[in-house]
Structure formats: C-alpha cells, structure tokens
C-alpha cells in the first residue's frame, strides 16, 4: 500500500532514500498514479448493506453465495473483515486494456492514445491482486486472464506480488478458434490463464487416472491390481551395455526363457530361450535391474516375458506406480472454451435478450480453471471482475455435476447498469432454471443468494462514528460468520441462526445477564460480537458458559481491518 510520506520525519525519509538507492531494480517498475476510488478509502470506511429486495432462499441448502455491486477495490477492502485467509480460488478476468476504451479510471475510458494507460492499468491492477492475496488461503490458487495486449506486464507484476516461486502455470486458452482480425499482426486465436499459489502449499490438481480407460495399456494381475507391462531393457542415458572404459556393464547379461512353460531363469537350461537386453536397432543396453534383484521378482511373478510381433521375446516387469494422475496440459484447445461460441450465446439465451454483454467467457472455461486447482467440492470461489456472472454459473454447473458444496462471491461495479441488469439477473436465471440455446431444459439449483451493495460512512474517531460504525457493521458480522438468519433483533442485541454456530450482537451491556440466560438454555454454540468503544475484554463475563466459542468487541477489529489495507 501506499506509504503516507507525509508523517515521516527528516531521518526516516533519509533511510527510505538510501535504502531505495542500495536496492537493485530489475522488473516492472511504475509510476502510481491516484485513483479516486481508492483514495475515497482514507476518509470513507466501505461497508455491505444487503439489498434484501435480491435475496434469493431455497429451503433445502445453507449455501449462501454473494454478488457485492461497486468498485471492486473498496469490496476486497470489506472482505478483508470478513474473508481473510478464506478463498480457496479466484478468477479475475480483467478489462485486458487493448485501448479500445474497454475499461475506465478516474471516471475516463482509456484509449490507445493515453501516454499513460500501462501504468494507470498496473496500478489499478497491483492495488487489487495485492488485497485478492490477503483473502486467499495459504494453499488458495489465483487465475488471471489476460491477452497479448497486458501479458508481459501482469506477468511480471504477479510475480512481484505472489513470488516466482509460486507461478504454477500459464494456461494457453483457444478462445476464438476462428481467429481475431488484426491490421498486420497474426490474428489471435488464443488468451492466457495465469495460475499463481500462495505460498509452496498451493497446488494444481492432478487429473485422476483410470486404468479402465482405454488410452492406458494398464492391466489387472491375478489379484485384481493394476499394473503397466514395461520393458526391463533399460533406454536413453546411461543405457550402452558398455562403461566409459570400455568394458561390458554388469547390468548386461543374459536371462533365460521356457516358452513352453513359461519359465524364466538367471540359469541356462534345457529348450530356454536367451534374451539379451538388445535395442530395437540392435544395440547392446542394460537391465534396469541388478541380477541379484531380478532372482528375487522372478519369485514373486512381477517379471514376465511376452512375445512382440516385431521384436520377438522380450523381458518385462509390472510397473505399479503412474495411476496417481496427471497434471493437467498447458494448451486448451476444447471447442467449448471458446468465448466467441460458448459466451454471448450462452448469457443471450439466459437473458432472454440479445447482446447485453460483450465478450463473457465461455462457462465450460471457467469450470477447466477451477476444476484444476481446488481438490474439495466445498471450496469458496471468488470472481472481483465478475461482469455477466460468468464464474457463477460455472460454480452452480460443477455442484450440478459432482454434488459439490462449491459458493461463490462475485464483485462487479454497475456501468450501465450491469450488476443489477445482466450478472444479477443472469445468476438468479441460473439458480430458477432455463432452457438453454440447444433447448435442453436446465434444472433449478438448490442455493441461496445475497446481493450486496458498498456504502460508505465517514472515517473518524469520536464515540458517535464508533456507535454509527457498529450499528452498520451487522451485514458484516452476518458474512463473516455465515450467520443470515435474524432470530431476534431489538435495540440491545441481535441474535443470527448460522450454518457453523449461532451469533449474538450486543449493544448494550446491561443486556448481557438476560442474553446468558439465552445461551445457557440453548444447546448450540455461539460467538458473541459486544459493543465497545475502546475494545474492552469481555472474556470474564462469559467464562462459565461452555457453548461461547468466541467473545470479541466491535467496531475497532473492523477499523483496524480497513487501515490494513491502505
Ligand atoms: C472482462 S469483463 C469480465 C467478464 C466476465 N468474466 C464474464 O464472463 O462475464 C471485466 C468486468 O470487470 C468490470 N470492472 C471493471 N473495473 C471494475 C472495478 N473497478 N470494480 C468492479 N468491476 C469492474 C467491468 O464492468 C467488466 O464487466
């Protein structure tokens, strides 16, 4: 964040000159340039107030998915409160800066005539992928996409923010198989995805293999366990039967063979056969096994001999590794990724209108992104560049398929109108089922929905900004604890039934004795939020109740949030 140079003194400007001085540059270095939508931050605190008038309920699920409309800057600040070290997978597909005035800053498109649209594009972005990081878990996963326009600066900027270290994959996605027309350069046919962890805990998912599929030569042994017939000769580096003086390697020597009764020996015998490990071109290579090993695993029927039509006899072993998985390819190529088939067709059809939205990715795209990183079905998925609510639909669709618990928290800003018109009502389609463009009818899911919208209360230290703070800090506490449902709510607390664990809001202290009576009779556990002005420690009021999990004061935690992220 940016560092407030004006409080420092003499001597700590002095130290940060030479230590910038004695620091090597090499990377992207910018020039930040102001955005008012940030800079509204050091006097407005942003906070969530649920439009009640969206909320979708479904009776059987206590999922709870979120779409937060405004700057996306100021809800990754609030989600700071509720959503640190939370989010299992984010998506963030950005306006990809071409200079075709697709996205604005300060309130003013940027075009290609803009001297400084890389560095307003870098500065908007490194302020958000830096605040996303604080909301990942430690093993969380973010995918950016972008084009050629922005690559060589994202890349370098997630680097810096997530560290080279963590760079799991840049994923070559064929968005536009026909290809986008340019005036005298290739005409693009692909985007990029780029995958960033953590921190080393974080991992791309390895695609399960099956032994049954027929693109294996996997077999099963007398047991019932799989294993994948493999060549004993041993090949490439370190193959040659021969050392490096000359002589013959021990690992080169003959093993014998009874065809008839399928008998194998390190001894020469009567009617065996001798098989040498000899190339397909004749050269002379090793065993991958000693002799004394091999005497071994003749025993034990992991060595056996078959005959290969061009080759003749030849020595194998069952290998059981391999069935692990695979990591997933690089390249993606499916017809159903490609954006300029699968994406306005797709969010057209759930409109019931035509082109509201320009270029949505294609849902089968996002659901390949997030099926490569999370390895539970319960994980939370968070899109800040949500636009028509393409990763909603995506998140809905794999629960559909796998019977996952997945929720998702999308962010968009309202430029005409496109929270509220198209990634609201495209989502709420979604959850109440549609037929879609090839007439198949799309089933209703089972989920609940919240929309949110940022507002902001003025930032200051007097006991009434506190009090203001706190009685506007409910949605916040709700998401937090994933705590909707208001079961009682007067002036002096508030009581939420949550899918974890029971939360109780209390603004008047004299209310505490009644409210313990409350939790002594319950037999759920509870996490108890009290109104205090300078965060007393309310732990010794609570201490005889064994169903309070969690006693903390409030507004200051949620102060002391938001300045974290200036
Ligand atoms: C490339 S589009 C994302 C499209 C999306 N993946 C889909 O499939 O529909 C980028 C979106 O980010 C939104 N956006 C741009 N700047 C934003 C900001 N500061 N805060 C919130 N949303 C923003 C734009 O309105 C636009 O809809």
Known sequence: MAKDYESWTKEELVEEIEELRRKKRFGLVWEDKEEEDVTRL???????????????????SLRNNMILEGDNYQALSALNYTHQNSIDFIYADPPYNTGSKDWRYNN??????????????????????????????????????IDDYELPRLWLLMEQIFGEANHLGTVVIRNNPKGRMTKRKFSLTHEYALFFGKTSDSKIKRIPQNPEDK???????ENGEWFLPTNLRKQGVDSSAKTKDGKLHQRYFPIYYHPKKNLISLERGKDF???????????????KTSKEDLAEKFNSGEIFVKENKKTGWQVYYKFRGGLEGRLPLSIWTNSEFSASDYGTKIVDTILGEREQFQYPKAPEAVKECINSVINKKDGIVLDFFAGSGTTAQAVLELNEEDGGNRRFILCTNNDNNIAEDICYKRVKNVIRGYN????????????????????????????????????????????????HQ?????????????????????????????????????????????????????????????????????????????????
């Open 486 to 566: 208001k079961d009682i709510s007067n002036d002096a607390f508030t009581i939420l039934k949550g899918n974890k664990n029971d939360v109780i809001i209390i603004f008047e202290i004299l209310s505490i004795d009644k409210i313990k009576e409350i939790i002594k009779k319950s037999k759920k556990e509870f996490s108890v939020y009290v109104f205090s002005l300078c965060e007393e420690d309310f732990t010794d009021y609570f201490c005889e109740l064994k169903n309070v999990k969690k006693i903390t004061s409030f507004p200051e935690p949620i102060i002391r949030s938001f300045e974290s992220v200036l």
């Open 436 to 483: 879609d463009f090839q007439g198949k009818k799309r089933k209703k899911h089972e989920t609940n929905l919240k929309y949110y919208k940022i507002n902001f209360l003025k930032r200051g230290n007097t006991d009434s900004d506190k009090l203001l703070l706190a009685k506007n800090s409910i949605d916040l506490i709700q998401i937090k604890e994933d705590a």
């Open 273 to 287: 056969v001798e098989l040498l490990p000899v190339d397909t071109k004749g050269l002379k290579r090793r065993w």
């Open 42 to 60: 050091k006097f407005d605190l942003p906070i969530l107030i649920e439009d009640l008038s969206k909320q979708i309920n479904s009776k059987n």
């Open 108 to 145: 003013n498109y940027i075009d290609s005539e803009d001297p400084y649209r890389h560095t307003k594009w870098i500065s908007f972005m490194s302020r958000r992928l830096r605040l996303a990081k604080e909301l990942l878990k430690e093993d969380g996963v973010i995918c950016v996409t």
């Open 215 to 221: 693109s294996h030569n996997y077999e099963k042994d």
